[in-house]
T-cell receptor
């Protein structure tokens, strides 16, 4: 079974530029998550989708971050404009249903300079 | 809100030593509990899980028991190996299926 696919693996941008990350979850997984992991910290939930609807985006900085999951399959996360403090690993995860584990992609390491 | 408090690291142990990493949580309802592990250069992967009170999750010699009365899910291993060197995360999934992570504990096992 293919895992959660993310791209790109690495991205370096200057502050105030924009960037987008892509995620393709495991086939059939209804729930998709985006997490931000700052160096030395645990992953922090940014947004949760159930199919193509948003379940929770309470921790998403909506003035600069946006995410969508068209057709309930793959998803993109965008940052515009980026700040230095956005430097982190952005993880995508998917989950087939409640009471099961979430499966994580390898992540995209973003460096804002 | 829901949260996880995890023992701070880093932890350094000699091979064959006993390992305990403490984890307590705050959640409404009955969350599912997990330990995830991140080996150097690799992604997050599930180590073990427990979905109801008194369940014991186990894998690769690691164990953790869901203790509802103390809201804890401590990770233990009787004899660690060099290959266990990694970062370990305690995680809860609440009734809304949101996953919350602890800060992670870095373990280094020396021969």
């Amino acid at each position: 079974e293919a895992g959660v696919a993310q791209s790109p693996r690495y991205k370096i941008i200057e502050k105030r530029q924009s960037v987008a990350f892509w995620c393709n979850p495991i086939s059939g997984h209804a729930t998709l998550y985006w997490y931000q992991q700052i160096l030395g910290q645990g992953p922090k939930l940014l947004i949760q989708f159930q199919n193509n609807g948003v379940v929770d985006d309470s921790q998403l900085p909506k003035d600069r971050f946006s995410a969508e999951r068209l057709k309930g399959v793959d998803s993109t996360l965008k940052i515009q404009p980026a700040k230095l403090e956005d430097s982190a690993v952005y993880l995508c995860a998917s989950n087939p249903r409640g009471n099961t584990e979430a499966f994580f992609g390898q992540g995209t390491r973003l460096t804002v300079v | 809100g829901d949260s996880v408090t995890q023992m701070e690291g880093p932890v350094t142990l000699s091979e064959e030593a006993f390992l305990t990493i403490n984890c307590t949580y705050t959640a409404t309802g009955y969350p599912s509990l997990f330990w995830y592990v991140q080996y150097p250069g690799e992604g997050l992967q599930l180590l073990l899980k427990a979905t109801k009170a008194d369940d014991k999750g186990s894998n690769k010699g690691f164990e953790a028991t869901y203790r509802k009365e103390t809201t804890s899910f401590h990770l233990e291993k009787g004899s660690v190996q060099v290959s266990d060197s990694a970062v370990y995360f305690c995680v809860i999934a609440n009734t809304g299926n949101q996953f919350y992570f602890g800060t992670g504990t870095s373990l280094t096992v020396i021969p």
